[in-house]
């Protein structure tokens, strides 16, 4: 299922675009999940990371787009976003949100649902990066996006989930180093390699990843905060 959040102020447009998602999604087979919103500053408000794909529009009274999208990326750099407007000299601005792309109005199915297309591909080429791990238990495929942050203690390793944790001892940190840091990882400290994605706050030698507290050393502070801000800057 892709989730999407629509954000446009007018219903005449939310509509229609409403529409062409249940359009796209009987043509394709994909199974959308819509929610909208009438402003960005909705949107924004309490916003948790469950998004694939945003369309969203510009020109709107509480927080336009522009600074709706500025916002999210603060939290967010894997939701796609797509603006939808009237206003090209401004969605031409995208590329400082990292903006997929941008759909003029009037909107028309086959242009819209190009973009669509290309932003399902997107994620779904997001989600296909796994690595496989082995424990007493047998084989399991994990998901790269999926782990917060890997922990070493003495021969063990435990990967931190959002959900759950995963032990082994089959691999050493190094190892895990190497499989992993394509994949955006870093090292923080001698015992933790970390998902930069997951970093939700940082203060001097501290980071938060899923409301832990996990100390960077400081022989790996430099390359470390590096790495995390070219990462949320990208």
Known sequence: MIKIAVVEDDKKWSNLIKEYLKQFSASEGIEVAITDFCDGYDLVEGYSCDYDIILMDIEMKLMNGMEAAEEIRKIDNDVVIIFVTNMAQYAIRGYKVNALDYILKPIS???????????????????????????????????????????????????YLENRKYETTKYSMKEMEGMLYEYNFRRCNSGCLVNLRFVSGYKGTEIIVLDNVITISRGKKNEFMSALTSYMTE
């Open 109 to 159: 199915y086959i242009p819209f649902s190009e973009t669509v297309k290309k932003a399902v591909r997107l994620r779904h080429k997001d989600e296909d990066n796994f690595i496989v791990l082995n424990n007493k238990s047998g084989t399991e495929k994990i998901k790269t996006k999926d782990i917060a942050f890997v922990e070493s203690h003495g021969h063990r390793l435990i990967f």
